[in-house]
């Protein structure tokens, strides 16, 4: 009986740590926004690395799952119906004022200020409402140890190893929650979100078939279309990666999500990479050439780019390559000028409107054009 009083507990930390989200999402989602911003600077600065030299591919790659890990956490709340107004009032006014007090009324009822610090074997002894979630922790684990078949311990301890970043032990007790109690869309989404954080935010094929069984349980949810639509890109499908994200984007709350600007940076970046480049043979070339050759050579190909726009402006993923070539050139004005033609070609369509913002963030022309 004890063990589930602990499950118990550490199941109401958890159902604590989702309701704040939820209520940053009825009450204007300031929160949600500041962290979005935080992490679109991050996807910048990956570009910029990438750019640089500084980070290799696979290194950028596994850095932006990570970002998109993050941002999935915060929308937690955006596969779930919206509650009600008084409900969502109510929940909130309970765990700001209600949990406080209860807090506080069993504090002064056996708390001891004055009281040492106790060493784990001694807390462990404790009386259950006295332990913190570490001694809880250890000792679901213990109860595990000895019923490895109780299924519903693995579910509740599988997402607190997640969130401490114990993947290797989130990714045991997923499996064996799903093993014993059978497949959900939540538990194969924390299956392949736990491979991957495991493999340092790269998609496995293992990964993949999890979130494609959660994708089959439960169509349209985010979690595991995001990860999907990123496996796309890390293998190097990327038309189908972009056709991912786009329909991702059109699903997206009116109100947006965090994720939302990550998959707006990703498709940004994958419709740069999917425009006409240079050939291996240009490459080639290139190399053979001296720094000021192959300079006025790059700058032949961006001038050959833009005169066919000129002539064939309706190609959007050509003006998201001329834009970024222009900033990668240091042509800061004429990349801002490429911008706004395109804006204005494409002033009717939304999803473009909107890949060209992310990329107008990620390169720094949004703060240009602001300032």
């Known amino acids: 009986m004890l063990q589930w009083i602990a499950m118990a507990v550490l199941t109401a930390a958890a159902s604590l740590a989702i309701l704040a989200p939820l209520y940053r999402a009825r009450i204007g989602g300031a929160a949600e926004r500041a962290a979005a911003a935080v992490y679109r600077d991050q996807l910048a600065e990956i570009d910029r690395d990438v750019a640089r030299g500084i980070v290799t591919g696979d290194e950028a790659a596994a850095a932006r799952a ?24 109510l929940a909130v006014l309970a765990a700001a004022v209600g949990v ?8 002064l009822a056996l708390g001891e200020p004055s009281a040492t610090d106790s060493p784990l074997a001694a807390r462990q002894n404790l ?21 490895p078949d109780d299924g519903e311990g693995w579910a509740v301890v599988a997402p607190v190893y997640s969130r ?19 497949p959900d869309a939540d538990r194969e989404s924390g299956l392949g979100e736990a491979i991957t954080a495991a493999n340092g935010g790269v998609v496995t094929n293992e990964a993949r078939q999890a979130f494609e069984r959660a994708l089959a349980l439960a169509p349209g949810a985010v979690r595991p279309r995001f990860y999907l639509a990123l496996a796309r890109g890390q293998d190097g499908d990327t038309a189908a ?11 997206a709350p009116p109100e947006g999500a965090p994720w939302v600007e990550a998959a707006r940076a990703e498709l940004a970046r994958l419709a740069g990479q999917a425009a006409p480049g240079p050939t291996q043979d240009d490459v080639a070339a290139a190399a053979a050439l001296g720094a000021d050759e192959r300079a006025a ?5 961006v001038a050959s780019l833009a005169e066919r726009l000129a002539s064939q402006p309706n190609d959007p993923e050509g003006w998201m390559r001329l834009i970024r070539s222009y900033a990668v050139l240091g042509r800061t004005s004429d990349a801002a000028a ?9 002033a ?11 990329l107008a963030r990620s390169l720094g022309l949004a703060e240009r054009e602001g300032g």
Not at 127 to 147: C, V
Not at 348 to 358: I, N, P, S, T, W
């Open 241 to 251: 990666a972009i056709a991912a994200w786009r329909a991702l984007l059109a699903d």
């Open 66 to 89: 990570e970002i998109g890990r993050r941002l999935i956490k915060e929308a937690t709340a955006g596969d779930a119906p919206p509650a009600r107004g008084g409900d969502l009032r």
């Open 127 to 147: 009386p259950l409402e006295q332990q913190d979630e570490a001694i809880l922790l250890a000792r679901i684990e213990a109860h595990l140890a000895s019923a």
């Open 100 to 107: 406080p007090l209860a807090a506080v009324a069993l504090y």
């Open 164 to 182: 401490i970043g114990r993947h290797d032990d989130a990714v045991r007790a997923y499996s064996n929650a799903i093993r014993i109690l059978g």
């Open 348 to 358: 009717g369509d939304a999803a473009r409107q909107a890949d060209l913002a992310a």
């Open 338 to 346: 490429a911008l706004a033609r395109a804006r204005q070609i494409f």
């Open 297 to 301: 050579m790059i700058e032949g190909m």
